[in-house]
């Protein structure tokens, strides 16, 4: 008890371990870049509000959120749309991003979390291979354990030696790059109010609209990086069969980046764990990650409570690993597959997918419950099942595309059900090694 731990980063995941390690006695500390009140965007999220429950904290007020509206998927060509079809039981929540920030950071201080905010983390302090504090333009802070919070581009998890067998970079086809803003909404949308657009003008990636009461919010996430004259040109373009998209922004304008990949493989190392961004928690073809993150909190705190003598290695931490792997990071490996399809999909073989009941409403429809392709799958029709069969055959160029998905997908189930037990250097950097070879594009 009492063992120092450092937060790096005001993640969400890392915040909501934060408020479960102080509420058990430890000293923990979360040093955010941002001033407080800058934290977060201005926009909404959209996120299984179960997060909250399995972090061990109370829901939100009833008037800080709603029920997210069914989604329509739309195909390269604009002649199919798929719309979802929700279980009201398992709808996602839709809140602000600074209201969600604001509902972690008070139960975190309430529960003896303490924040440092505008202190800018520039590396770990390492001892041999361990990690033993942070490195900040204030100074330098040493800790039992750094919990990496610190997002996609953590400076932390970027300079850890390589030899630890932690990815630090991101790779191609592995991150969306958004641009999103809220305009003032023109014009009222009877039906379909949230559209995603795929492949829109043969562009490898999506496009949403979605039609608020006062504002209708619009994103564009592409694997390459793009300007806001391109940004502008789809907007425009998105605008001629959206009238609800006005001309003046009202929110939002801004360029992020989000891991749209399989979960990093080796979330550990000595003195040393990652969670949410920095650990790519997002469900790999829609970059939610909230949730999993604050779930994988539950699962971090646990692993660190577990090791009683404070050890925080490698060894003590994998308990964290396994856990995670288990309940979040191997039903997510058949999803990072199939984006790895939609990236090699052509538009029109997409259209054809949607064309042909390929895919249908059903199959798109991901509500809180959808943590893995299983589930999205159960209680499939045999007439749809034959529906599928039949399309994917009479398309040499789809059935192949599929053949090789089955491939890759079953490659990395194996590779996620054979993690070690119990960690060793070798053992996990070999682990780690075929883990991510199986998610070759
Ligand atoms: C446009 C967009 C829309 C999204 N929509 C959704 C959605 O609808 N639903 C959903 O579930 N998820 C959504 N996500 C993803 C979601 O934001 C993340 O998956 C989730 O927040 C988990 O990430 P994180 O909190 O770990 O990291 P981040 O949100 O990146 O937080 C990292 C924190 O660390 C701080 N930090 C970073 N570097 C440093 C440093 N050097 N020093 C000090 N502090 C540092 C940052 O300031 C930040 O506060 C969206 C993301 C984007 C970009």
């Known amino acids: 008890m009492g063992k120092k731990i450092i937060v790096a980063g005001g993640g969400h995941g890392g915040i909501a371990a934060a408020s479960i390690l102080a509420s058990n006695g430890y000293d923990v500390t979360v040093y955010e870049r941002h001033a407080r009140d800058a934290m977060g965007y201005e926009w909404t999220d959209i996120f299984d509000k179960a997060g909250f429950t399995a972090a061990g904290m109370p829901l939100p ?3 800080k959120f709603k029920l997210k509206e069914d989604m329509t998927f739309v195909g390269p060509a604009e002649t199919i749309k798929l719309r979802q079809n929700t279980d009201p039981e398992n709808l996602e929540i839709q809140m602000e991003r600074k209201d969600i920030y604001t509902h972690l950071i008070t139960q975190a201080q309430q529960n003896g979390a303490k924040f440092v905010f505008e202190c800018e983390i520039t590396g770990p302090v390492l001892f041999g291979n361990r990690v033993v504090g942070i490195q900040t333009a204030q100074g330098i802070v040493y800790a039992d354990l750094v919990i990496d919070a610190a997002g996609l581009h953590s400076p932390i998890r970027e300079q850890l030696p390589e030899s630890l067998g932690v990815q630090t970079k991101v790779g191609e086809y592995e991150r969306f790059f958004v641009y999103r803003a809220f305009f003032n909404k023109a014009a009222e949308t009877a039906e379909d109010k949230f559209k995603i657009y795929l492949l829109r003008e043969g562009k490898l990636g999506i ?54 990949r399989q979960a990093l493989g080796l979330l550990v190392a000595d003195g040393y764990a990652a969670i949410g961004d920095s650990a790519f928690m997002t469900v790999p073809m829609i970059g939610s990650g909230i949730a999993n993150s604050l779930k994988a909190s539950r ?3 646990d692993a660190v409570m577990a090791d009683t003598e404070g050890a925080f290695s490698a060894s003590t931490l994998w308990k964290y690993q396994r856990d995670f792997f288990k309940n979040i990071g191997a039903p997510l490996a058949p999803m990072a597959c199939v984006k790895l399809l939609l990236t090699r999909l052509q538009p029109q073989e997409l259209d054809y997918i949607f064309e042909t009941g390929i895919l249908n409403g059903d199959d798109m429809t991901m509500d809180a419950t959808s943590t893995s392709l299983s589930a999205i799958f159960s209680g499939m029709k045999p007439a749809d099942v034959m529906t599928k069969v039949r399309g994917v055959i009479k398309n040499p160029a789809v059935l192949q595309k599929i053949l090789r998905l089955g491939k890759q997908i079953a490659a990395a189930t194996l590779a996620t059900s054979t993690m070690p037990r119990s960690y ?13 070879n199986a998610f070759k594009r």
């Open 61 to 63: 007020p009833q008037d």
């Open 424 to 436: 060793s250097p070798e053992k996990a950097c070999a682990w780690v090694k075929n883990y991510n």
């Open 299 to 301: 699962l971090l705190a």
């Open 207 to 260: 496009c949403w609209v979605a039609a608020e009461e006062t504002h209708t919010d619009v994103l564009i996430g592409r694997f390459e990086p793009f300007d806001i004259e391109e940004a502008n040109r789809t907007i425009a373009s998105l605008r001629e069969s959206n009238p609800a998209i006005g001309t003046e922004i009202v929110r939002g304008n801004q360029f992020v980046e989000i891991p749209v």
